[in-house]
């Protein structure tokens, strides 16, 4: 959503906000502790991505080093609604479902707070400072390459 000098406000589109974001992540661009890309290239509706955080180091967690990854679901609805994010890596933090692996959108503060400015780069962002929280980052974790 943009808003113009003249005051209008501009709706940015799903596919051209999903392009944008592709675009983004494909040239490297922000953190480099997260990645995510779509599944099939060829996916014309750029409906399920893959994505991956790298376990934040240096703050004494039990994410420390580890590569974890998601997969990520575009409802049509998107940019209004946030993506749907699931782990496929295990992992057990207070705001992901132990048995499915699907983050609990209350629980995340990029999901929790929601806007269409928002993307799949600050879900991921978010769930990676949720690694190092107080809550989470002495938590035990699976046996790494467990899968849900």
């Known amino acids: 959503m943009q808003r113009l000098p ?10 051209f906000k999903l392009l944008e974001e592709l675009e983004h992540s494909e040239k490297g661009l922000g953190d480099m502790s997260i990645s995510y890309g ?8 750029m409906g399920e991505w893959n994505g991956g955080i790298l376990g934040p180091h240096g703050v004494r967690t039990q994410h420390d080093s580890r590569f974890y990854e998601l ?3 575009i409802p049509e609805s998107y940019p209004a609604t ?7 890596s295990k992992i ?9 692996g699907e983050i609990i959108y ?17 879900v ?3 769930l990676r400072a949720e690694m190092a929280s107080a809550e989470n980052r ?11």
């Not at 946030?82 to 496929?88: E, G, Q, S």
């Not at 057990?92 to 499915?100: A, G, I, L, P």
């Open 71 to 73: 997969r990520i679901s």
């Open 6 to 15: 003249s005051g209008e406000v501009v709706i940015t589109p799903r596919n």
């Open 92 to 100: 057990n933090m207070n705001c992901v479902d132990s048995s499915t």
């Open 82 to 88: 946030p993506p749907k994010v699931r782990f496929v």
């Open 138 to 148: 002495r938590t035990r974790q699976p046996q790494e390459g467990s899968t849900f």
């Open 38 to 45: 779509l599944v099939d290239s060829s996916d014309i509706f």
């Open 124 to 126: 991921l962002i978010s």
């Open 106 to 122: 209350a629980k995340v503060p990029a999901t929790k707070n929601w806007n269409r400015n928002m993307g799949m780069e600050q």
